[in-house]
């Protein structure tokens, strides 16, 4: 696929204001995470190379095995809440931004690729599928507070997005997040969930968060760059990290 902009789209951002807005999403999106007792740290830069799909990796003198930046940052994260000896309640997060060149641009996707990244500890007895749901809602929190931050910069641009998410066990179609705009879902087994929220300028589903629950974590990640395209009304990631 390629990048398809409807005849009738027209941005409600100029070019030159597109990085402020995404800077006030970032802002408020971080603001939240540290207020719900996570612990900003920064990423490692590069990582021991281990020949993962999309792993940009490359060789350096004086070291004998092959380096790259970083792709699946789960193991670290595990590492660094053991280092600091964070207890149950408590956890971290990291901004990260990955390129993957095996990836064809299209509306939804590109090269480019930008994540917080989440840990936090929690007791044996939370790991249920009710912590994973309100998690989730936790997430979509933080999501109203950044639409209502952009909106509150940008008055022209108007909210969308329903006040609380519907969360689904089990399954769900296309129609579903569609019909209910802000989606969360967690499959039968209950040990992760996906949440999406629906795009109405292209017709798309973005999926802006991803969570995993274990006995001591629940771990996973959020889309600075997806809840953008959302909440700024975009057409194309592509607006936000412009292709040379």
């Not at 909106?151 to 329903?162: A, D, E, N, T, V």
């Not at 296309?174 to 017709?203: C, E, F, M, Q």
Request: aromatic share 6%; glycine share 6%; hydrophobic share 45%.
């Amino acid at each position: 696929m390629s990048v398809i902009f409807p005849p009738d789209y027209r941005p409600l951002l100029l070019p030159e204001t597109m990085e402020l807005a995404f800077n006030t999403v970032h802002a408020a999106g971080q603001r939240r995470l540290e207020a719900s007792h996570l612990r900003h740290v920064a990423p490692p830069v590069i990582v021991k190379a281990t020949g993962a799909p999309g792993e940009v990796s490359f060789g350096c003198n004086g070291v004998g095995f092959r380096l790259a930046l970083p792709e699946d940052l789960s193991h670290w994260k595990a590492e660094k809440m053991k280092a600091y000896g964070i207890g149950a309640g408590y956890g971290l997060y990291t901004y990260t931004i990955r390129i993957d060149t095996d990836l064809a641009p299209d509306n939804i996707n590109g090269p480019v690729c930008d994540r917080w990244d989440c840990i936090r500890s929690i007791e044996p007895e939370d790991s249920t599928p009710t912590s994973l749901a309100a998690a989730a809602e936790r997430i979509y929190a933080i999501v109203l507070e950044i639409e209502k931050a952009v909106c509150g910069q940008f008055p022209h641009i108007k909210p969308s997005l329903p006040s609380a998410i519907n969360i689904v066990h089990g399954e769900a179609a296309l129609h579903t997040v569609r019909d209910n705009k802000a989606v969360a879902i967690i499959p039968g087994s209950g040990t992760s969930a996906d949440i999406y929220l629906w795009n109405d300028v292209t017709g798309q589903e973005l999926h802006i968060a991803a969570l995993s629950i274990s006995a001591d974590a629940l771990s996973g990640w959020i889309s600075p760059a997806m809840i953008a395209m959302k909440v700024l009304h975009l057409c194309s990631v592509t607006e936000i990290f412009p292709m040379p």
